[in-house]
């Protein structure tokens, strides 16, 4: 295996790719029409869901011309190592530090060579087919931009005759889509990145960056054979603990759809926001929840700038940590 080095301008990341000496035999070269995807991978000290979330990708993806991108975002605990030594296909970039989702994201799509690109959080788990499936959808029409998995349970995964009633669902066309997705690298080259603005460490990046296509005229599909099992940012919860988390993910999440979204497509929100509070009453996230709503009041003044602004496209930018107390 060679490993080459590459220092970034940004002091803050170091590069790692690692390219394997492959031996012809055994090895299934992928077809000619097959375009390379390039699927982006994002560790923070969570070896075990990572290397889970890898491996079924590679037990479940029948699809040959794909690589995995691994963004490491300074993570203390070996993972890093480990999954390197364990995955010696990983192309890997290690930040010398957290530098947030949002950015690592970023820099995934930044450096990705295929045409396709395809998000993949590390604590989810892939279902048989998935990436065919999904890129079937994406190409059927040039103005579908984004393709999104149809979660399920593992209960659900485990029988066949259930996912198999979920499978022929059809496809519904959303303005958002979390956890697993694939695109186009032209599109961003057109609209540009996650905003690490405003969107960072974490949650709304994906909302934000759909809505803005969305409004240039593109879909947003949620393909019914395109599964995952997602452990419910399970890596979040436990870095940021319960409270913070629920905080952050209702105020970014909120935040988009005020920077972004028209009067009639927010209406459309208002019944499944009014469902969120409801739920959460009589419990603890009741008062976080809230506590959101009015962190994005009180930035009137800045959403009522970028919905003037008319977001279009956003550069690849530094971090901006949006701090919880």
């Known amino acids: 295996m060679k490993v080459y ?3 970034m301008a940004n002091d803050q990341v170091k590069t790692v790719i690692s390219i394997p000496v492959m031996k012809k035999q055994g090895v299934v070269m992928p077809k000619k029409d097959e375009k390379l995807v390039s699927i982006i ?3 923070w000290n969570s070896y075990e869901l990572t290397k889970n979330c890898i491996e079924k990708i590679k037990e479940n993806t029948s699809y040959k011309n794909y690589e995995i991108y691994m963004i490491d975002n300074g993570s203390a605990d070996g ?3 480990r999954l390197g030594k364990e995955f010696p296909f990983l192309k890997i970039t290690r930040n010398k530090k957290n530098m947030g989702f949002t950015y690592a994201i970023n820099q995934g799509y930044r450096d990705a060579k295929g045409p396709y690109l395809c998000h993949v959080n590390s604590d989810a788990v892939v279902l048989n087919g998935w990436l065919e499936e999904a890129l079937k959808v994406l190409e059927s029409s040039p103005y579908t931009a984004v393709v999104g998995a ?7 995964a485990d029988k066949k005759e259930e996912l ?3 499978r022929q669902k059809p496809n519904i066309e959303k303005l958002t889509l979390p956890v697993s997705f694939v695109t186009r690298k032209e599109l961003i080259e057109k609209f540009g990145y996650y905003d690490a603005e405003y969107f960072s460490p974490a949650y709304g990046e994906e909302a934000d960056w759909n809505f803005r296509l969305h409004n240039a005229g593109y879909r947003i599909v949620k393909a019914s054979r395109f599964n995952v099992v997602h452990a419910g940012s399970a890596i979040s919860r436990k870095n940021l603990g319960d409270s913070k988390y629920t905080v952050l993910i209702n105020y970014h999440r909120l935040r988009s759809m005020l920077f972004n979204l028209s009067i009639p497509d927010l209406i459309r929100f208002v019944p499944g926001l009014g469902l969120i509070i409801v739920n959460s009453l009589f419990t603890p996230s009741f008062f976080h929840i809230m506590k959101a709503y009015w962190l994005n009041l009180k930035d009137w003044k800045l959403i009522m700038q970028q919905r003037r602004a008319k ?9 901006r940590f949006t701090v919880v107390e």
């Open 5 to 7: 080095l590459a220092e």
């Open 41 to 43: 991978l994002i560790n």
């Open 311 to 319: 977001r279009r496209y956003i550069p690849f930018k530094e971090p």
């Open 150 to 156: 149809t979660e399920v349970s593992q209960e659900q």
């Open 79 to 81: 993972s890093i190592e």
């Open 164 to 166: 198999e009633k979920i």
